[in-house]
Nanobody, 123 residues
């Protein structure tokens, strides 16, 4: 079992950059495919990005593909989401999740979740 703790959210202006971190505790971090999801007010949770167990490959939802980068450090047991050129539409609570299926964007295929961190982009 793994516990996930996100950090790095905040209030930024449109066009700014932000890096989110998600630290994993209590489990074998490198066993898991890691993902970032987000949920905006009044909307369903949506997939943002995922990364393979050793970090050699990643996948993204189309709307962030050219702006966000997911990475991981298996020594530090941490996954990151580097967000550039932020837009007001990126405002959401961002959560990291651990799963077993690379390429999946389905929430039910990620078994462990963090509590989330708020990202607010002022237009």
């Amino acid at each position: 079992q793994v516990r996930l703790v996100e950090s790095g959210g905040g209030l930024v202006q449109a066009g700014a950059s932000l890096r989110l971190s998600c630290a994993a505790f209590g489990g074998s971090f490198s066993r898991y495919v890691m993902g970032w999801f987000r949920q905006a007010p009044g909307k369903e949770r949506e997939f943002v990005a995922g990364i393979s167990r050793i970090g050699g490959s990643s996948y993204y939802t189309e709307s962030v593909k050219d702006r966000f980068t997911i990475s991981r450090d298996n020594v530090k047991n941490t996954v990151y989401l580097h967000m550039n050129s932020l837009e007001h539409e990126d405002t959401a609570v961002y959560s990291c999740a651990a799963g077993s299926k690379y390429g999946s964007s389905w929430t039910h295929e990620f078994g462990y979740w963090g509590q989330g961190t708020q990202v607010t982009v002022a237009s």
